[in-house]
């Protein structure tokens, strides 16, 4: 064995050495029976080992005996229960000591009362613990009125004694104050953090709901497209064979684009956690009529963002993109525009980039504000739903801080370029179906 094994071996021993301190916190009961076990023991061994202390004054300590022993370990034993019993630890123990302290019986000397006083205030709440301190007081009391009158008390003792009393109770009640805050504390940030959850997954389900109604209008025009090529193939049969080729390849080319929105609409779907009856608008049965936009209306919702210093850059064409691509993109940049309108702050630039190259289609959006991420609510639901509406159509997307401050989203689209040759297609409105 080298000696880097040995040393290896020997700091897994010490991870694995046991922690005192750390078990007996983990079992409190356990560290409160030894606590008292001690404190027994010592007050026992003043008590039978200790009981000519003050025989030069007017009082005797009383000598150990029969009864004194019991009175010893009831003054301070009990606080082994002080967590469980804290109302019952009080009175016991402030009975014992003070019929100790009349009886003349030295050994617990008020540190039992102490401890008994610090654990009411920290595990006592209710009328009854009221009740507890005012029977405290009332012994204590007596006991101080009874020492003035055998001029064995003096004003510094009491002054001293009552200070410290108070302070043992005030300590625990300030401990059990702030510990039920800081429990109250979490108990809040758990309840947001659950209900910040749940709308979430509201927001993610309505923004699916609309993906998916999205994508059947587009599967439905798709299909409406294929049935008019096919009519139009099987009028052409006999008289032009040649165009009935080109209506073929139509059909087969829309066909497959139907199958990747349909596959799209299927995973949106799978993802969904609940099966609701979506957003209001679809339960009141009104739907919209107005085509759904395409990445060729991206200048004209540019344009209409007068709010937002906007600079956008496009080397692109979409003449040939799939439907959802053609949507997807166009909600990209509608998204993030509104991102920056909520989240943003002020900004003084705000660029919209939109490239094609090879089979895919990139667009950025990115601004010089303060970024999502600083705004008190964090940086929304439309992320979310961005993200759910690029990975429907198998693209890619990230969001977050820009190098030099601001924020920035970046989509990448699947856009393989292809070539159909035209055909007559009768272009209708299926947002109705």
Request: proline share 5%; glycine share 8%; no cysteine.
């Amino acid at each position: 064995m080298t000696r880097h094994d040995d040393a290896a071996l020997t700091a897994a021993s010490g991870s694995s050495r046991p922690n005192p301190v750390e078990w007996l916190r983990a079992h409190p009961l356990v560290a409160d029976a030894m606590f008292a076990a001690l404190l027994t023991g010592i007050s026992l061994g003043f008590h039978l080992f200790d009981s000519d202390v003050g025989a030069d004054t007017a009082n005797v300590p009383t000598s150990p005996t029969w009864w004194t022993v019991p009175l010893v370990v009831l003054a301070v034993a009990p606080v082994a229960w002080r967590r469980a019993k804290p109302i019952a630890v009080t009175m016991i123990v402030t009975i014992a000591q003070v019929a100790a302290s009349f009886a003349f019986v030295f050994g617990p000397e008020f540190i039992g009362v102490v401890i008994a006083l610090y654990s009411l205030g920290a595990h006592a709440t209710g009328p009854r613990r009221t009740y507890a301190i005012l029977a405290v007081a009332a012994l204590t009391s007596s006991l101080f009125f009874a020492g003035f009158l055998v001029e064995e008390l003096t004003v510094g003792l009491l002054l001293s004694s009552t200070i410290l009393l108070v302070t043992a109770y005030v300590l625990g009640d300030n401990l059990r104050r702030r510990r039920e805050a800081a429990d109250a504390l979490q108990e809040r940030l758990e309840r947001a953090e659950r209900e910040r959850e749940l709308v979430a997954r509201e927001h993610v389900h309505a923004e699916r709901t609309r993906i998916a109604r999205e994508l059947h209008d587009i599967v439905a025009h798709s299909v409406s497209a294929m049935v008019i090529q096919a009519g139009a193939a099987r009028r052409s049969l006999a008289q032009s064979p040649d165009s009935v080729e080109t209506a073929l390849g139509n059909i087969e080319h829309i066909g497959r684009e139907a199958m990747n929105e349909l596959r799209g609409v299927l995973g949106v779907l799978r993802r969904s956690e609940t099966d609701g009856e979506g957003d209001g608008e679809q339960r009141r049965g009104r739907r919209t009529s107005r085509p759904q936009p395409t990445m060729a209306d991206i200048t004209q919702l540019v344009n209409a963002a007068t709010d937002l210093p906007i600079a956008m850059s496009v080397e692109a064409d979409w003449h040939d993109l799939s439907p959802g691509v053609d949507l997807a993109g166009y909600r990209v940049v509608q998204e993030a525009l509104t991102n920056v309108r909520r989240h943003a702050g002020p900004v003084t630039n705000v660029t919209v980039s939109i490239r094609r190259k090879a089979d895919e289609l990139a667009i950025e959006v990115s601004d010089d504000g303060r970024g999502a991420a600083a705004d008190d609510i964090g940086p929304g639901y439309g992320i979310l739903g961005m993200r759910e509406r690029v990975e429907a159509v198998g693209g890619r997307i990230t969001a977050g801080w820009r190098t030099g401050g601001g924020w920035r989203v970046a989509a990448v689209l699947p856009a393989p370029r292809v070539a159909v040759s035209a055909a007559p297609v009768v272009a209708s409105d299926w947002s109705e179906s």
